[in-house]
C-alpha cells in the first residue's frame, strides 16, 4: 500500500506546481517603492538628483519616505497629485529645476513638512494659498527666481517658518504686512532684488527676527524712522550695495539690540548728527566705499559698545580730534584710501583698546601737524602694539616716500604760510622702538640719500645748501663716520651692515620722488594687464615678486661684503606710482627676529648690489623685492632669497672657487667608479671565456643498471628493450653487443674516442659484469 500511494504522490506533484505558477502568472504585478530613474540605497530618503527628469515620478508605497530629493531636472510643473501619497514627507528638494507654476494644491498632503527649497527655478509668482497646508514648515527657499510680486496672501499659515529666502528675485517693492503671517521668523534674505520702495510696514509682525539682508537693491533713501520699528530683536541690518543718498535722524532707534550695520558701496555724502541714535549695542559698523568727506562730531557719541569701524574708501579730508573718544571698547579701524593729509595728536588718546589700524593709501603730509601721531604711534611701537601701522610721506617732496616713524621733529617743519601751535619739542624724538617689535615695513632704511648729494638746487634749512654733505643721521646710516654704528637689535660689537656709495646712490643726477599718489586699491581678479606694448602693466608688489623677479645669485663673497644679482623680466608700471625700486633684506642665520635690516637701492639702477660691514665666517640669508609706489608685498619673498656664508678671516675673495673645487672632485669620484665597474666587467667575461675553453668533453659509451632485483626480468627488458630498437632504421655500424640484460645498449658511433684501446677496456668491463 505504501508504494502505490507514493507513486500517486509523485505523479500529482507537478500538477500542482504547474497550478501554482499560472495562478501567479495571473495576479497583478507590484509596482517596486523606488522608482526606476532614481536612488534608494538611504533608508527613508529617495533621491531622484541629476537623472533628466521632466516630472514627477510615481512610487508605490510611498508612506515611509521622509526625504524626497528631486534637484537638477528639467521638471517644468507641479501637479495636484505629484506628492498627493506623500503624507509622511518631512523634506522636499526642487531646486535647480525649470519650474514655472505650482499647483494650488500641490502640498496639501504635507502637512508634516518642515523644509521645502524652490530655489534656482522659474517662478514668476507664489499663488495665494499655496503654502496654506504647510503649518509646520520652518525653512523656505524662493531664491533665484522671476518673483516680481508679494501679498499678505503668499506666506498665509506659515506660523512656524524660521528661515525665508527671497534673495535674486525681481521684487521691486514690499507692501503693508507683507510678512505679518510669520511671527516666529527669525531669518529672512531679501538681497539682490529691485527693490526701489518699503512700505511702513513693511516687517510688521516680525517682532523675533534677528538677521535682514537688503543689500543689492535700488534704495536711494530711507525717510521713515518707523521702517524698522517693529524689528525690536534685530541682531544684523545689511543695507550695503545700495544707492542711499541720504539717512534720515533716528532711523535706527527702534533697533536696541542690533549689532552689525553694514552701509558700505552706497553714495552717503553725509550724515545726521542723530543717524545712529539709539545703537548702544552696536559692535560693528560699516561705511566704507561711500562719499563722506567729513564726521559730524557727535556721530559716534551713541555707540559705546563700537568694536569695528571700517571709514576706508570714502573722500575724508579731516577728522575732528574727539570723534573716536566716546568709543572705548574700538579694536578695529580702518581710514585707508581717504584724502587724509594730517590727524591730530589726541584722536587715538582714548582708543585703548585699539588692536588694528589701517591708515594706509593717504596723501599724508609729514609737517609739525603729526607729530603728536609720531609720539603716539612710537609709544604704541614700543608696547609691541600697531606694529604693522605705518604712515609714509607724499609732501614735501623732500620727505617723500620716507616713514613718519624714523623722522626727526626737526625735520617735521611748519607748512608753508602756516604755523604750528602743538607745542612741540623741536628737539629730536625718541629712538624708535626696538627692532624686535617693528614690522617689516617699518625697519632701517639703510640708505637716505639727500638732495644734496644729487645736485639739486633747491634744498631746506635741515639739509644746508644745494652743495652740502649729508646730514649726521645719513653718515651714520651710510657708515661714513670714525665708527660704525651699532645695528639695531644685535649686540655692540655687531658692525652696521651698509651698502656702498656706489652701488647704492647711483649717478649725480637727483631722483624722482618716490612715493606718488594715492595707492589703488587691487582688482579682484587680475593685477596684470597687457600694455600696448607688449609688456604687462603690474601696479602689485606681490604680483611684481612671483612674475617679474628672478635668479637671485651670489657672484662674490668676502670676508664683510657681498655682491647679490638678480634678474627683472620686461615689465611696466603706472606713470602715477613711478618706476620699480628694490629692497635687500637681509640677517643672519638663527636671529629671533627675520630681516632686522634691510637696503633700499636708488631708482633705475642696476639689479646688483654689495652688501659690506658683514661678520666674517658666518652665513646670511638675503632676500630681495619690489617696492612699488612706496609700497612693499606683505608677504616676505622666500621665493627669491638665497644663503650664503662669508669668508673667514684671512681669506681672500680671489681664493679658489670652493663651488668649482666641489664640481671638480665630483667629476674625478665619478671616474674612478666608473672605472672600477669597468674592471669588474672585464674579469668577469675573462673567466666565462676561459671556463670554455678548459671544460672538456663528457663521453658517455654505455650505462648499466646494478639493481640486482631486476635480473629476473632480464629476458623481459632485454627482449622488449630489443624490440625497440629493432624498428630502427640501420646505421651502417655494428651495435655494440650485449652480453647481460642489466646492459643498456647505445650505438658506438655516438662516441668518438672509440680506439682499439677502449674497445679491451669495454670487453675487459663487461666480462667483469658478466653473470
Not at 502637512?111 to 504647510?134: D, F, H, I, Q, S
Not at 617735521?412 to 604750528?420: A, I, N, Q, R
Not at 638665497?642 to 665630483?666: E, I, M, S
Amino acid at each position: 500500500m505504501e508504494a502505490p500511494r507514493r507513486l500517486g504522490l509523485m505523479l500529482l506533484l507537478p500538477w500542482v506546481v504547474c497550478g501554482g505558477l499560472s495562478l501567479l502568472s495571473r495576479l497583478p504585478p507590484v509596482e517596486s517603492v523606488c522608482p526606476e530613474p532614481c536612488d534608494c540605497q538611504l533608508q527613508q530618503h529617495l533621491l531622484c538628483t541629476n537623472r533628466g527628469l521632466r516630472a514627477v515620478p510615481k512610487t508605490a508605497d510611498p508612506q515611509g519616505i521622509l526625504t524626497y530629493s528631486l534637484g537638477g531636472n528639467f521638471i517644468a510643473n507641479i501637479s495636484a497629485f505629484d506628492f498627493h501619497r506623500l503624507a509622511g514627507l518631512q523634506r522636499l528638494d526642487l531646486q535647480y529645476n525649470r519650474i514655472r507654476w505650482l499647483h494650488p494644491k500641490a502640498f496639501e498632503r504635507l502637512a508634516l513638512l518642515e523644509e521645502l527649497y524652490l530655489g534656482n527655478n522659474r517662478l514668476v509668482a507664489l499663488a495665494p494659498g499655496t503654502l496654506r497646508p504647510l503649518a509646520k514648515l520652518r525653512i523656505l527657499y524662493v531664491n533665484a527666481n522671476e518673483i516680481g510680486r508679494l501679498s499678505t496672501a503668499s506666506f498665509a499659515g506659515l506660523g512656524s517658518l524660521v528661515k525665508l529666502r527671497l534673495d535674486g528675485n525681481a521684487l521691486a517693492s514690499l507692501g503693508e504686512a507683507t510678512f505679518s503671517g510669520l511671527p516666529n521668523l527669525l531669518y529672512l534674505h531679501l538681497e539682490s532684488n529691485h527693490i526701489r520702495w518699503l512700505s511702513h510696514g513693511a516687517f510688521a509682525g516680525l517682532a523675533k527676527l534677528r538677521f535682514l539682508d537688503l543689500s543689492g537693491n535700488q534704495q536711494s533713501s530711507l525717510r521713515h524712522p518707523e521702517t524698522f520699528g517693529p524689528l525690536r530683536s534685530l541682531s544684523t541690518l545689511l543695507l550695503s550695495g545700495n544707492s542711499l543718498q541720504q539717512l534720515v535722524g533716528g532711523l535706527f532707534q527702534h533697533l536696541p539690540s542690533l549689532a552689525k550695520l553694514s552701509l558700505s558701496g552706497n553714495r552717503l555724502a553725509q550724515l545726521a548728527p542723530d543717524a545712529f541714535a539709539g545703537l548702544g549695542a552696536l559692535k560693528e559698523l560699516r561705511l566704507d566705499g561711500n562719499l563722506l568727506s567729513h564726521l559730524p562730531a557727535t556721530l559716534l557719541e551713541p555707540l559705546r559698545s563700537l568694536e569695528a569701524l571700517d571709514l576706508s574708501r570714502n573722500v575724508l579730508a579731516a577728522l575732528h580730534p574727539a570723534a573716536f573718544g566716546p568709543l572705548p571698547k574700538l579694536r578695529e579701524l580702518s581710514l585707508r584710501d581717504n584724502a587724509l593729509a594730517v590727524l591730530p595728536g589726541e584722536l587715538f588718546t582714548s582708543s585703548l583698546a585699539l588692536q588694528r589700524l589701517e591708515l594706509d593709501g593717504n596723501a599724508w603730509s609729514c609737517d609739525c601737524r603729526l607729530r603728536g601721531l609720531k609720539r603716539w604711534l612710537g609709544t604704541r611701537h614700543s608696547q609691541g602694539r600697531l606694529l604693522t601701522v605705518f604712515v609714509q610721506c607724499r609732501l614735501p617732496p623732500a620727505l617723500a616716500g620716507k616713514y613718519l616713524d624714523y623722522l626727526q621733529d626737526a625735520q617735521l617743519l611748519p607748512p608753508d604760510g602756516t604755523d604750528c601751535h602743538s607745542g612741540a619739542s623741536p628737539s629730536s624724538s625718541p629712538l624708535p622702538p626696538a627692532t624686535g617689535q617693528q614690522p617689516r615695513e617699518q625697519q632701517w632704511q639703510l640708505i637716505l640719500v639727500p638732495e644734496g648729494l644729487g645736485g639739486n638746487s633747491s634744498h631746506s634749512p635741515a639739509q644746508g645748501g644745494p652743495r652740502s654733505l649729508p646730514s649726521a643721521s645719513t653718515m651714520r646710516l651710510l657708515g661714513a663716520q670714525d665708527g660704525p654704528a651699532p645695528a639695531r637689535g644685535s649686540g655692540r660689537d655687531e658692525p652696521t651692515p651698509t651698502a656702498s656709495l656706489p652701488d647704492l646712490l647711483g649717478s649725480s643726477r637727483p631722483s624722482p620722488p618716490l612715493a606718488g599718489p594715492a595707492w589703488p586699491r587691487r582688482a579682484r581678479k587680475h593685477h596684470l594687464a597687457p600694455s600696448a606694448a607688449g609688456a604687462p602693466l603690474v601696479s602689485d608688489p606681490c604680483d611684481f615678486n612671483k612674475l617679474f623677479l628672478c635668479n637671485l645669485s651670489v657672484e662674490a663673497v668676502g670676508t664683510s661684503s657681498v655682491t647679490v644679482r638678480w634678474w627683472v623680466r620686461p615689465h611696466r608700471s603706472p606713470r602715477l606710482l613711478g618706476p620699480v625700486r628694490f629692497r635687500l633684506l637681509f640677517d643672519r642665520f638663527g636671529a629671533a627676529v627675520k630681516f632686522q635690516r634691510f637696503v633700499y637701492l636708488a631708482e633705475r639702477s642696476e639689479p646688483s648690489a654689495t652688501l659690506r660691514e658683514l661678520r666674517p665666517d658666518t652665513p646670511y640669508l638675503v632676500c630681495v623685492e619690489g617696492v612699488l609706489g612706496g609700497r612693499v608685498c606683505p608677504v616676505a619673498p622666500r621665493d627669491h632669497c638665497v644663503g650664503l656664508v662669508t669668508l673667514p678671516n684671512g681669506g681672500t675673495a680671489g681664493g679658489p672657487d670652493q663651488q668649482l673645487l666641489t664640481l671638480v672632485l665630483l667629476a674625478v669620484n665619478a671616474l674612478l667608479l666608473f672605472a672600477a665597474l669597468a674592471a669588474w666587467v672585464s674579469r668577469l667575461v675573462r673567466r666565462k671565456m676561459q671556463g670554455r675553453r678548459q671544460a672538456a668533453p663528457v663521453h658517455v659509451r654505455q650505462m648499466y643498471s646494478t639493481r640486482r632485483p631486476l635480473r629476473s626480468m632480464g629476458t623481459g627488458v632485454s627482449a622488449d628493450f630489443s624490440g625497440f630498437q629493432s624498428h630502427r632504421p640501420p646505421r651502417g655500424t655494428v651495435a655494440c653487443a650485449l652480453s647481460e640484460t642489466d646492459l643498456i645498449e647505445f650505438p658506438c658511433e655516438r662516441f668518438a674516442d672509440s680506439s682499439s684501446a677502449r674497445r679491451g677496456e669495454d670487453h675487459l668491463l663487461q666480462q667483469r659484469f658478466a653473470d
